[in-house]
């Protein structure tokens, strides 16, 4: 269930959390632009964490790219999900607890 006060009409397809950044490929609604949908999602996660990591919980800004219309969508979410086992932290994805794809 995607919760619309953090994500407004925008789509989650996958994400994957790391020790030190999160991944996602998300599908922009037509309400929100991706700074909105980001500082929402930021500001949303760092309130559930407040008790547990007082301070600051993420970073200032984000990097994005887009996918352009002839790009696979099911290959970038294989890119991002896979993001442990190209850090070495697993030997394979399934290992890796923090992650989700809508294609499973």
């Given at each position: 269930?995607?919760?619309?006060?953090?994500?407004?009409?925008?789509?989650?397809?996958?994400?994957?959390?790391?020790?030190?950044?999160?991944h996602g490929?998300?599908?922009?609604g037509?309400?929100?632009g991706?700074?909105?949908?980001?500082?929402?999602?930021?500001?949303?996660?760092?309130?559930?964490l407040?008790?547990?990591?007082?301070?600051?919980?993420?970073?200032?800004?984000f990097?994005?790219?887009?996918?352009?219309?002839?790009e696979?969508?099911?290959?970038?979410?294989r890119?991002?999900?896979?993001?442990?086992?190209?850090?070495?932290?697993v030997?394979?994805?399934?290992?890796?607890?923090?992650?989700?794809?809508?294609?499973?």
């Amino acid at each position: 269930m995607v919760d619309t006060a953090c994500w407004g009409d925008a789509c989650v397809l996958c994400w994957v959390l790391m020790p030190d950044h999160w991944h996602g490929l998300v599908k922009l609604g037509m309400r929100d632009g991706l700074s909105t949908v980001m500082n929402r999602f930021k500001g949303f996660t760092a309130r559930r964490l407040h008790c547990l990591q007082p301070g600051l919980v993420w970073g200032r800004g984000f990097h994005d790219r887009a996918l352009r219309c002839d790009e696979d969508i099911k290959a970038a979410a294989r890119y991002v999900v896979a993001n442990p086992l190209r850090a070495g932290l697993v030997s394979s994805v399934l290992d890796y607890p923090y992650w989700d794809c809508v294609w499973l």
